[in-house]
């Protein structure tokens, strides 16, 4: 199911304790997957590679943001991601609770108009939930003929807000600081709220490139 780069990110650090091969092709970098275990177990990771676009799943994540280093900024969250297509989004909130989005498009899309909510994205773009439920919510148009305008709402994000899903409510909504943040039921993806507390606080917000 996956490939050989991923294959090998998961043996080295998910498996055994020893590491019984390095070959000169690999460029893991450890700190980045030590990173992503600290979050993550490896059952909730190979959950979220058996979702992503075949594409994709054959690449090694590589950490672009992270709150613990980076700091709860917007602006720099824009700042480190918005030149990386597609990008993978994981929130943790105070409660424990992780969910997030993978979002298909380059952020820098956000620009490109004046009007004062620009949607951009494709299809492809889903959110999930991984604790406590680990559960993908894609695109309703991918099973559904007849879909509302609603329902292309992927990806939003000015200074103030960064916004996935839309139609009668928003998947993910996080503001200025990272830190009071919302999730509702939307159209795009069908979905109920990702966590308990609907007005939630993340812990951690962290973004992933692919490479």
């Known amino acids: 199911m996956f490939g050989k780069p991923f294959k090998k990110l998961f043996h080295r650090h998910c498996g055994k304790k020893t590491i019984t091969s390095v070959d000169e092709e690999d460029t893991v970098d450890e700190r980045t997957i030590e990173k992503v275990r600290r979050k993550l177990t490896c059952k909730k990771l190979y959950t979220i590679w058996s979702w992503l676009p075949a594409r994709y799943a054959v690449c090694q994540p590589e950490l672009l943001y992270t709150s613990e280093e980076h700091g709860t900024s917007l602006r720099t ?8 297509q ?29 009007k004062n909510v620009y949607y ?35 990806l939003a994000g000015d200074s103030k807000i960064l916004t996935i899903g839309g139609g009668n409510g928003e998947a993910i909504q996080l503001d200025e600081n990272l830190l009071h943040c919302r999730t509702e039921h939307c159209d795009t ?22 490479q």
């Open 86 to 114: 597609p990008t993978l989004i994981l929130i943790k909130t105070t409660t424990d609770e992780v969910f997030g989005a993978f979002c298909s498009m380059y952020w820098r899309e956000r620009k490109k108009s004046n």
């Open 120 to 154: 951009f994205g494709t299809g492809e773009t889903f959110v999930f939930t991984l604790s406590p439920e680990r559960k993908k919510y894609e695109w309703v148009g991918l099973h559904e003929e007849n879909i509302s305008n609603t329902a292309n709402m992927f």
């Open 189 to 210: 993806f069908d979905n109920p709220p990702l966590c308990s507390d609907q007005d939630f606080t993340c812990k951690v917000v962290e973004v992933y490139g692919f």
């Open 77 to 84: 969250l824009y700042t480190r991601i918005e030149n990386h």
